[in-house]
């Protein structure tokens, strides 16, 4: 992140908008990571299980919170990341990512430890997944 000296407990962390997310990203993520769960893939077993469609993988949304820790991070920062989730993600909804600095720490070797709330939020900001992350920059 520049300008990461200026990092301020409370600052926004700016983040980005996915989507709306097609289906065929769900089948393009369940080919790369493995997992071809039918919950993600076919509507119809995923009517069938009590479910109004097919939701994306958790993995999915999280790799999207963990793409913002890592612009904040730079290579190789990352020191901690969790992700809990809130709700599913649909086809067709649009992911808000974003976050809040929440602590940050001079370290003597110039170096910011930085703490962060993380959030995806999909349409109607209903909250998806959020998360915390700390990274030195």
Known sequence: M???????????????????????????????SGDYNPLHTDPSFAQAAGLDGVIAHGMLVMGMLGRLATDIAGPGGLLNFQVRFRAPTRPGETLHVGG?????????DERIMVTAELWARGDGEQLKAVGTMMALV
């Open 100 to 108: 809040t600095i929440t602590r940050t720490e001079s370290l003597p």
């Open 2 to 32: 520049a300008a990461s000296r200026r990092l301020k407990v409370g600052d926004a962390i700016p983040g980005f908008t996915e989507g709306p997310l097609a289906p065929e990203l769900f089948v393009a993520y369940a080919a790369a």
